[in-house]
């Protein structure tokens, strides 16, 4: 058992969790990103640490209307900063879009398993072309596949 205290990132803060996922100068960046996404998408959702660590959202019926959009970005950032846990360094917004498109693909090939494409489409399609925005020409051309081989 370690007896110290301080964030596995080596920033010298006390290591609480709140810290270690949210709270972190080298994880904050990324959860700065996760919410520029989100205004790219006119999603307004209160910086709140209770909503993407544990999906608690505002009551408002609005809110709650993007939550299928939101939870994957969530999820793919807390397994981004778990994939970096013990690294003196900050997350990358890379690594963390190839987990949403990682996501987005699980999801889009079990919604064709179950013909359920949809509701798989109205939840990414927005999703998916901020996503594209940010990566570079041949990664858009790697990902965009998949609207392409759904006919969307």
């Given at each position: 058992?370690?007896?110290?205290?301080?964030?596995?990132?080596?920033?010298?803060?006390?290591?609480?969790?709140?810290?270690?996922?949210?709270?972190?100068?080298?994880?904050?960046?990324?959860?700065?990103?996760?919410?520029?996404?989100?205004?790219?998408?006119?999603?307004?959702?209160?910086?709140?640490?209770?909503?993407?660590?544990l999906g608690i959202y505002?009551?408002?019926?609005?809110?709650?209307?993007?939550?299928?959009?939101?939870?994957?970005?969530?999820?793919?950032?807390?397994?981004?900063?778990?994939?970096?846990?013990?690294?003196?360094?900050?997350?990358?917004?890379?690594?963390?879009?190839?987990?949403?498109?990682?996501?987005?693909?699980?999801?889009?090939?079990?919604?064709?398993?179950?013909?359920?494409?949809?509701?798989?489409?109205?939840?990414?399609?927005?999703?998916?072309?901020?996503?594209?925005?940010?990566?570079?020409q041949a990664e858009k051309?790697?990902?965009?596949?998949?609207?392409?081989?759904g006919g969307l």
């Amino acid at each position: 058992k370690s007896e110290n205290s301080r964030c596995w990132r080596g920033c010298g803060e006390t290591g609480t969790l709140l810290h270690c996922w949210w709270e972190c100068k080298l994880v904050q960046p990324l959860w700065k990103t996760v919410w520029r996404f989100l205004r790219k998408l006119t999603i307004e959702l209160p910086y709140d640490p209770a909503i993407a660590l544990l999906g608690i959202y505002p009551r408002d019926t609005e809110m709650l209307r993007h939550r299928s959009t939101c939870t994957p970005m969530f999820i793919a950032a807390l397994s981004t900063i778990a994939k970096t846990w013990k690294e003196p360094k900050c997350p990358s917004t890379d690594e963390w879009i190839k987990k949403m498109w990682f996501i987005y693909t699980m999801e889009y090939y079990m919604a064709m398993r179950k013909n359920e494409i949809w509701p798989c489409v109205a939840t990414w399609m927005d999703l998916e072309g901020v996503m594209l925005s940010e990566i570079s020409q041949a990664e858009k051309d790697k990902y965009h596949m998949f609207a392409r081989i759904g006919g969307l």
